[in-house]
C-alpha cells in the first residue's frame, strides 16, 4: 500500500485531495505545513491548522505537523525582499513551491517513510513513453503549472496532485457529499504569509521607501511615487501625475537607486520583443530553438515564443509582450509545462 504525506493547507482543495487518496487504498498521513509570518500580521495559521486537523479527523487518517517558517523566511522571504529592493518583480509562490513544499516537506516526507506527497494543486503529471510530464490542470481558471514549472522529473515521481483533473466546482461538490468540515471554507487570496496586508504595508515594513519623482520618457519629472521598490513594469495605477491627461500611464522602467519610476502613455513602451533569462530549468530535456508558449505571469493568455541558448538564455516573442524584470516567464508546449526561467533586468528590444 501507497504511504502518501497531504499538505493539509486547512482548505478545500488539499481536504479533497486527501479524501480521494484514501479511496484510492493509499496510506494517508495529513501534514500541516507552518509557515512564517510576521509579527504585525494577524496570524490565520492556527485557524488553518485547526482545519486541518478537524480533516483529519473527519477522514480517520494520522495527523501530523512540521514548522519551515525558518526555512520558508530564509529561502522565500528574503530573496523576495531583496529582488523588489532592486527593483525588480519576484515570485515568491514559485520558491515557495521549490523550495518548501517540494523541497524541505518533500525531504522530510521521505525520511519519515512518506513514499510520496500530494498537494491540493490544480496540474496533472501524466506519463508519457515511461517519462513524468507537468500539464496544466483541467480547470484553466484554477491552473497552478504556472508556480510548479521548477519540479524536476524526481519530484513528478514522488509526487501526485489528485484533484489536477477536477473543475473547481467538483471539488466543492465532492467536499459537500463527503460531509468535510472546510467544504464552504472560501478560498485564500494573495500570498499566504502576507494575509489581508497590501503588499505595500508589507514592504515597507522591511524595504526603506520613500516618495520619490516620476518621469516621462524624456527624463521629464511629471509627478510623484510612494517609492520605487514598489512598482513593477507594466504597473498603470499609484502614482500621481502632475497634469490632467494621466487617465493612463504604464510604468516603463524602474530605477530603486535613484527612487525614479518611467511612465509612459504607450503600453506599448512597456513590452519586449526579447527577453534574456536566467536561472533557466527544463523539466527534461532543453527545448531551445523550437516553438513554444510563454506565460510572463499567472493567468495572463500565453504568446508564441522561441528560446535561443547560444551564449546568453534569451527568449523572442512572436509579439512585443510585457515581461518584468523577476518574474517568471514558464514555457509550455500546448499544455505541457516543460520549463522556465527568470526575466532578468537586462532591456533587449
Request: proline fraction near 3%; glycine fraction near 8%; hydrophobic fraction near 40%.
Amino acid at each position: 500500500m501507497s504511504k502518501v504525506f497531504v499538505g493539509l493547507s486547512g482548505g478545500v482543495d488539499s481536504a479533497v485531495s486527501a479524501a480521494l487518496l484514501k479511496d484510492r487504498g493509499c496510506n494517508v498521513t495529513g501534514v500541516f505545513i507552518k509557515i512564517w509570518q510576521p509579527e504585525f500580521i494577524e496570524c490565520t495559521w492556527r485557524e488553518d491548522r485547526l482545519d486541518a486537523m478537524r480533516v483529519a479527523a473527519h477522514l480517520g487518517i494520522p495527523f501530523r505537523e512540521i514548522d519551515l517558517s525558518a526555512e520558508y523566511e530564509r529561502d522565500v522571504v528574503q530573496g523576495m525582499l531583496a529582488d523588489y529592493s532592486a527593483g525588480i518583480t519576484p515570485n515568491p509562490d514559485v520558491l515557495c513551491n521549490s523550495k518548501i513544499k517540494f523541497g524541505a516537506f518533500a525531504k522530510w516526507a521521505r525520511e519519515h517513510g512518506a513514499d510520496s506527497i500530494a498537494t491540493g494543486h490544480y496540474a496533472r503529471i501524466t506519463c508519457q513513453d515511461n517519462i513524468l510530464t507537468l500539464w496544466r490542470g483541467v480547470d484553466s481558471s484554477k491552473d497552478q503549472s504556472y508556480f510548479l514549472y521548477r519540479l524536476t522529473a524526481e519530484d513528478l515521481r514522488r509526487t501526485l496532485f489528485p484533484i489536477g483533473a477536477m473543475k473547481k466546482t467538483e471539488v466543492r461538490e465532492t467536499a459537500a457529499r463527503l460531509g468535510l468540515p472546510v467544504a464552504k471554507k472560501r478560498d485564500s487570496q494573495g500570498l499566504c504569509f502576507i494575509g489581508e496586508v497590501s503588499m505595500k504595508d508589507f514592504l515597507s515594513r522591511f524595504i526603506p521607501v520613500e516618495k520619490g519623482r516620476v518621469l516621462d520618457t524624456g527624463g521629464r519629472a511629471i509627478g510623484e511615487h510612494d517609492g520605487a521598490a514598489l512598482y513593477t513594469v507594466g504597473q498603470r495605477h499609484g502614482f500621481q501625475i502632475s497634469y490632467a491627461d494621466s487617465a493612463h500611464m504604464y510604468v516603463i522602467a524602474i530605477d530603486t537607486r535613484a527612487n525614479t519610476i518611467t511612465v509612459s502613455a504607450r503600453r506599448e513602451d512597456a513590452a519586449r520583443t526579447t527577453v534574456s533569462l536566467e536561472d533557466l530549468h527544463w523539466i527534461h530535456t532543453a527545448r531551445a530553438d523550437e516553438r513554444l508558449e510563454a506565460q510572463a505571469r499567472y493567468h495572463e493568455t500565453p504568446v508564441g515564443a522561441e528560446v535561443h541558448t547560444d551564449g546568453n538564455m534569451r527568449v523572442t516573442f512572436t509579439s512585443p509582450h510585457i515581461a518584468a524584470p523577476g518574474q517568471s516567464l514558464v514555457l509550455y508546449s500546448g499544455d505541457e509545462c516543460v520549463g522556465g526561467g527568470i526575466i532578468t533586468n537586462e532591456r533587449t528590444k
